[in-house]
């Protein structure tokens, strides 16, 4: 079982930057794709961005050129940098696996307002 603990959210204006990171414990976190996910109130779980375990890349159109995902599998981490953050942006953030999920962390709160 992978428990999965994210950090680093915060209220920040349009326009800023913030950096995400998911701690997975667990010796195996590095075979396994990782990804962002993310809920807006009112709003279902959506993918972000996921990273496989070679560090190939893919985002949702609405981050892309903005969010950068990447992981450091000596680490078990997984972090998101996010550019040019958007009111739309607002919402918690999670990581879980991309094909295989374990049990939802608390997620980090990401508020983007002015």
């Known amino acids: 079982q992978v428990q999965l603990v994210e950090s680093g959210g915060g209220l920040v204006q349009p326009g800023g930057s913030l950096r995400l990171s998911c701690a997975a414990s667990?010796?195996?976190?590095?075979?396994?794709?990782m990804a962002w996910y993310r809920q807006a109130p009112g709003k279902q779980r959506e993918l972000v961005a996921h990273?496989?375990?070679?560090?190939?890349?893919n985002y949702a159109d609405s981050v892309k050129g903005r969010f950068t995902i990447s992981r450091d599998n000596a680490l078990n981490t997984v972090y998101l940098q996010m550019n040019s953050l958007k009111p739309e942006d607002t919402a918690v953030y999670y990581c879980?696996?991309?094909?295989?999920?374990?049990?939802w962390g608390q997620g980090t709160q990401v508020t983007v307002s002015s």
């Open positions: 990273i496989s375990n070679s560090g190939t890349t």
């Open positions: 879980n696996g991309r094909f295989r999920t374990w049990d």
């Open positions: 667990g010796s195996i976190f590095s075979i396994y794709a």
